[in-house]
């Protein structure tokens, strides 16, 4: 029998595999997972960007060398809470943009800030006309799904790059699978489910693309690439891991939902114990890359 990692492989061929059947528990961790990764990156824009856009002082309108306001683009949205908590701190004259291939999880229209609007687009399609070239900085996170068993972000990329202006910057923020770990406040602490959910994370090393992000990206065209890896803070690691055990338990059901219940109920049952080694003082830690990039003049 196979790894617990290579189930990954039933989901093959299957799209992307999580929000299959509680689309308000799945939005409920992503607006979590937002805070969380605000609190352990320090920042929704990384400061090469925020630094290259917006000039020092507070309130300033953005660098440009026209008139135009500031075109943001965020694509795999979401609920949205990346943009509605980005465009407080952006001129008011920034027009804001959210593309994903399922709007169903983002507010109303007449509730989004003014300047913010949600468009339908699934990555993999050709960029539509009116947004070639239309942003001068795009951000998309968690894409790890998406790329799927591909392994290869580059068609992804490639989607991006058009999306920017010359001199535009791209952000991506992922998931590094390769160097997570389980930790513990006691050493003698027992962690089976732990090490198991962590085995599930790395797939058999399908997703350790996710590191070198940085390599695609500068492959594809992009200057003054670089990519920061951020751990969890030790207080952020029970918050972390419970959103970890979310994530895999939308996993067991989007089996299920696949006709693989054995599966799907093993995973069930693997989220509860590792919960409980949560309780008695250990969580899996899995860090984030976020990588940048500038689509040369």
């Known amino acids: ?37 605000k609190d352990a990156l320090g920042f929704n824009i990384h400061p090469t960007i925020s630094h290259s856009l917006l000039p020092p002082h507070s309130g300033a309108e953005p660098v440009s060398s026209n008139t135009s306001p500031l075109a943001v683009c965020e694509v795999a949205s979401g609920t949205g809470i990346w943009l509605i908590d980005v465009s407080r701190s952006l ?24 300047n913010i609007s949600m468009r339908h687009w ?42 920017l202006k010359p001199g535009g910057w791209l952000q991506w923020d992922e998931l590094d699978t390769v160097n997570m770990s389980v930790q513990k406040v006691d050493p003698g602490i027992k962690t089976p489910a732990l090490d198991e959910l962590r085995a599930w994370s790395w797939a058999d090393g399908r997703l350790d693309w996710s590191v070198k992000l940085p390599e695609f990206m500068e492959q594809e065209g992009f200057v003054d690439v670089k990519g920061d890896l951020f751990g969890d803070p030790p207080e952020l690691a029970r918050a972390f891991t419970e959103q970890h055990l979310l994530t895999a338990e939308e996993f067991a059901e989007g089996l299920i939902k696949l006709g693989k219940r054995e599966a799907g109920e093993k995973y069930f049952d693997m989220v509860q114990k590792a919960h409980q080694e949560a309780i008695e003082g250990a969580a899996l830690c899995v860090p984030r890359i976020v990588c940048v990039g500038r689509k040369p003049v």
Do not use: C
């Open 1 to 37: 029998m196979g790894s617990v990692g290579s189930d990954w492989k039933l989901t093959n061929g299957a799209g992307y595999i999580l929000d299959r059947d509680r689309s308000h528990a799945a939005a409920s961790r992503l607006n979590l997972q937002f805070y969380l990764w």
């Open 91 to 114: 001129p008011s004259s920034t027009i804001l943009t959210g593309l994903d291939y399922n709007l169903s999880q983002s507010p109303p229209s007449e509730w989004l800030p003014r």
């Open 122 to 163: 699934n990555v993999f399609e050709p960029v539509p006309a009116d947004l070639m070239g239309k942003f001068d900085y795009v951000h998309t996170r968690l894409l790890v799904l998406v790329v799927g068993e591909s392994k290869d972000p580059g068609p992804i990329i490639r989607n991006l790059w058009k999306l």
